[in-house]
Structures are given as C-alpha cells and as structure tokens.
C-alpha cells in the first residue's frame, strides 16, 4: 500500500505510518497537536489527499502534508474538544465541525475551507443524564444534495437542516419512531440512480429510512447482533455505498465486539471474519475511495484490525496504541522523520 495510515487516540496525540504499518511515528515537538493529547475526529479533502483536518482538545487543526505536519487553524475552537468533522462532498470549502465534553457541545460552520467559522446551532445544555456533558458525535452531508445536513448528540437528539444549517428540526423525540435521543452515527448513501438511503444508529438501534427520513425501520441491535447492543459507527464504501461496514461491541469499552458488513444498503447484516478477537468495542472505522477494498478499524483499547477485501476479512497489526478515537489513511505519502530521542541522562565527560 502507498499512502499514510492515521491513527487518532486519547493520550497519543496521532501515530503515522507511511510504510504500510510497518513503523509508526508519533508527533515530535512544537506541533498544534501535543503528542500526547487527545484526538477525537479526523477527516481526509476528497480533493485534495495531502488535507487532513483534526479535532482535538487544542481545537481544531490542519495538515496540508499528509500528516507529517499540522497548524491549528485560529477559530472560535480554539480549546474546544472537537469530536466531529464532515467535508461537503461536493464543495470541499464548505465545513462542519462538532464539539463536546469536557467542553460545551456545539456546532460551527466554514464556507472558505476553515479560515472563517460561524456557530449554526444553539448551545445545547451543558449536562445530560448519561454521559454527563453532551458530545456531537456525528455529521453527515447528503452527497446528492448538499443542502440537507443531519447531526447527531450522544444524549441530545437528532436533527437535520435543509437549508445547509440556516435552520434545523429535530427528528427523535416522544411520539417518533426514534425515540432515545443517545445518537452515535448518521450516514446518507446515494445509489447510482439517485436512490436515498439514511442509516441513523442510536447507542442500541438501527434506524434505516428509504423515503427521505418519512418513516424508518428499526433493528433492535441485541436481537440481530448475536446480543450485542452498544451500536457504535457505521462506514459505507466508498465506490458501493450499499456496502456498508458497521462496529458493535456488548459495551464501552466493552470486552467482545465485532464488525458486521452488509450488502444491501443495510436490510441485512452478516458478521465479518477475525483472524483474532479485539479486546474491546470497535470505535472507528477508516476508508478512502482510492482503494475501497482496504479498510482500518480500531478498538477503545488499542487495537489495530485491517482488511484488504472490503471488510470480509480482518488481521490485526502488530502496533497496539493508547485508546483509539479515529482512524484514517491517505493515498497521499507523508514524509516521516523520526523525531530526536533523549534519555533524560546528560552525558558523562571523562576527567581530565
């Protein structure tokens, strides 16, 4: 593989490899991102693969080589966790990015690709029931039509603008079809015809919409899951997005999770092949269209798991991190340098 794996954790800063996993480089010094903060988000310019944006608990930051290096771009994130990033599809100036816990969940909006920012949605309530701060977890961009906008708050709703964020509804609540307001994924896919399908997953469902977010199925994720429940990302391919890749796990972080793959849109769902168990719940999930058929997943304690054919198939790497957070490759080739090293021991200087 050419190109530069990104792993984003909590408590590593970011690890890059630009040799297919075989060395993993962390952040050197005098970096936006500290080497050993928290990462939360990352996303790669369809248009341009060196771009990679990143949310942090600096705020929000930008590489321009891959990932070799990153600046913080000065915004009204400026020390705000960011925990979501979505990239207009068919306007790569147009931004979202998502805040949370420790910080304040709120949303924020770029059209001239992240120089200027605006706040779109009110300040939610500082506190909830079940994770104490409210966290935005989630953006999606209809990439037929750039107008209609969803996000999701773990333990704060769903909503959905069609007016690019001029003006939101909220779509879960007493007397819906979506009744819990802990949101943990949204995806839109479009068929080659123009057909729209819209996935929303809360912490124990799917939620599967065929007519414009009209009506939506439900699948209660215990019974389909082999009783897993904690329904955590969904990922669709980047050339078929009827295929689609989604993690579960029995919990956070969770002792036994898998990834279930489906073919058709998200009607039916068939469990993945491991060459080995992960230690805990699937957290994130990394693809680019450069090559579908090459795929990365992380757990919360670390663990690295990729596929080569299209999610089929699993193997974990050898590298084992601190908890992963996001997970993204480039086909774009980052120049990594290993940064000094130093024991803390001055030299010793023989004696006259």
Known sequence: ??????????????????????????LGLREAIEFDGTVRAMA????DPRRILVGADAGLCVS?????????????????????????????????????APSRCRLFKSVDAGANWKEIVPVFAEFCEGVNRPRLLTIAVDPGDSKDVWFGVEEGGAFRSRD??????????????????????????????????????????VYRSTDDGLSWSALLSREV????????????????????????????????????RSA???????????????????????????DPSLLFAGT??????????????????WREFSEITSVVW????ANLVPHAQTTGIPALQAAP
């Open 330 to 333: 480039t086909p774009a080739v």
């Open 300 to 317: 919360k304690y670390g663990q690295l798991h990729r596929s080569i054919d299209r999610g089929l198939h699993w193997t974990k790497e």
């Open 1 to 26: 593989m050419q190109g530069t794996i990104l792993v984003g954790t909590a408590g590593q800063g970011i690890l890059r490899s630009s040799d297919d996993g075989r060395t993993w480089h962390r």
């Open 64 to 100: 321009e080589d891959a990932g070799a290096h990153f600046t913080r771009i000065d915004s009204p994130l400026n020390g705000l966790t960011v925990w979501s990033l979505a990239i207009d599809p068919s306007d790569s100036r147009i931004l979202y990015a998502g805040t949370g």
């Open 164 to 205: 690019q964020g001029a003006t939101w509804e909220r779509i879960d609540g007493p007397g819906r079809t979506i009744r819990i307001a802990d949101i943990h994924a949204i995806s839109i896919q479009r068929a080659p015809d123009g057909a729209k399908t819209i996935l929303l997953l809360t912490v124990n469902a």
């Open 264 to 290: 058709d849109g998200g009607v039916s769902w068939a469990a993945t092949r491991m060459a080995s168990a992960p230690n805990s719940t699937f957290w994130a999930v990394g693809v680019h269209a450069a």
């Open 44 to 47: 790669v310019d369809r248009n």
């Open 225 to 260: 899951f082999d009783g897993q429940y904690y329904t955590r990302t969904v990922q669709p391919l980047a050339d078929k997005p009827s295929e689609l890749l989604l993690a579960v796990g029995d919990g956070t972080p969770g002792t036994r999770s898998m990834l279930y």
